[in-house]
Nanobody
Framework: QVQLVESGGGLVQAGGSLRLSCAAS????????MGWFRQAPGKEREFVAG????????RYADSVKDRFTISRDNAKSTVYLQMNSLKPEDTAVYYC????????????????????WGQGTQVSVSS
């Protein structure tokens, strides 16, 4: 049974930082692309960042580029999202996702290409 468990969310002031973690179990973590998505109230879920199996290739939404950093520790089966210079518009539920298609060469941003999802962690940024 695949499980993705996010942690690290919370309330922070604008300009602050948070680090999200996603611990995976039940899959061969080192072989999977991992992604972070978010969903703000009243909005559709959107891609935030993704990382390939080795960590050598990453992809970011334009809205978070240069502020957020995705990384992974395959030995711990964990993917991270370091979020700096947070803005009120970053407020959302953040979800971790796993893409188990090992034939994929690049990190996808389309959510329907991800096979497993966590329950999400709330990030709230006050102005």
């Amino acid at each position: 049974q695949v499980q993705l468990v996010e942690s690290g969310g919370g309330l922070v002031q604008a300009g602050g930082s948070l680090r999200l973690s996603c611990a995976a179990s039940g899959l061969t973590f080192s072989g999977n692309i991992m992604g972070w998505f978010r969903q703000a109230p009243g909005k559709e879920r959107e891609f935030v960042a993704g990382i390939n199996w080795s960590g050598g290739s990453t992809r970011y939404a334009d809205s978070v580029k240069d502020r957020f950093t995705i990384s992974r520790d395959n030995a711990k089966s964990t993917v991270y999202l370091q979020m700096n210079s947070l803005k009120p518009e970053d407020t959302a539920v953040y979800y971790c996702a796993a893409d188990v298609d090992r034939s994929r060469d690049s990190v996808p941003s389309f959510q329907w290409l991800y096979d497993y999802w966590g329950q999400g962690t709330q990030v709230s940024v006050s102005s």
